[in-house]
């Protein structure tokens, strides 16, 4: 079972709104993902982290802000929500190498 | 260029039957990884099944086994003795290099499995 939280599982909020989804892992591990991905789609790489301070942008280009202060937390911002960014964000982990990569359960966001 | 292809959007499959997943990939390394996911509609991704580049034997994993020629860039996933708890989308992915770039995933099959 994978050791990877976020929160909150789904959110509903206005236009122009700041919000933070949070990502959590215990299982130690460096590597860390967000992908975004619209229901029955491809999943897009958004941003990932190699280790602490570590922050690099994916292929989709997005108005979301990641930081990794700890390793086991990585947190991605909305400045400012728009309704494009209604959509699945999925977290994920892992060790490394050709490992098995883990998934969280998901935060489903729908922007008014 | 795309790194993962699935041509398969949406697939049927009588229960009990097998049924393979198609999967290409496109990389100018020796050595990569290739990850088979399966999706349900409650969202969750669940690892099914893992290919090393280098690996000679196809991966298998239960009712899963992968189907894997290097020479044609190919790893399709084969399910055996469909369930219906099998429905769901199914992605492949890669990773590249000597394994620290994020997994690049396909576009997904949608699997339906019927009684």
């Known amino acids: 079972e994978a050791d990877i939280y976020q929160t909150p599982r789904y959110l509903v909020i206005g236009t122009g709104k700041k919000i933070t989804l949070e990502c959590s892992q215990t299982m130690g591990h460096d590597k860390m993902y967000w992908y975004q991905q619209d229901p029955g789609m491809e999943l897009h790489l958004i941003h990932y982290?190699?280790?602490?301070?570590?922050?690099e942008k994916g292929d989709l280009s997005s108005e979301s802000t990641v930081s990794r202060i700890r390793t086991e937390h990585f947190p991605l911002t909305l400045e400012s929500a728009r309704p494009s960014h209604t959509s699945q964000y999925l977290c994920?982990?892992?060790?490394?190498?050709?490992?098995?990569?883990?998934f969280g359960p998901g935060t489903r966001l729908t922007v008014l | 260029a795309q790194k993962i292809t699935q041509t398969q959007p949406g697939m049927f499959v009588q229960e009990k039957e097998a049924v393979t997943l198609d999967c290409t990939y496109d990389t100018s390394d020796q050595s990569y990884g290739l990850f088979w996911y399966k999706q349900p509609s409650s969202g969750e991704m669940i690892f099914l099944i893992y290919?090393?580049?280098?690996?000679?034997q196809n991966a298998t994993e239960g009712r899963y086994s992968l189907n894997f020629q290097k020479a044609r860039k190919s790893a399709n996933l084969v399910i055996s003795a469909s369930q219906l708890g099998d429905s769901a989308m199914y992605f492949c992915?890669?990773?590249?290099?000597?394994?620290?770039?994020?997994?690049?995933f396909g576009k997904g099959t949608r699997l339906s499995v019927i009684a």
């Open positions: 982290s190699y280790g602490v301070n570590s922050t």
């Open positions: 290919q090393g580049s280098y690996d000679e």
């Open positions: 994920a982990s892992n060790l490394g190498g050709y490992n098995e990569q883990f």
């Open positions: 992915a890669m990773r590249e290099g000597p394994g620290n770039t994020p997994l690049v």
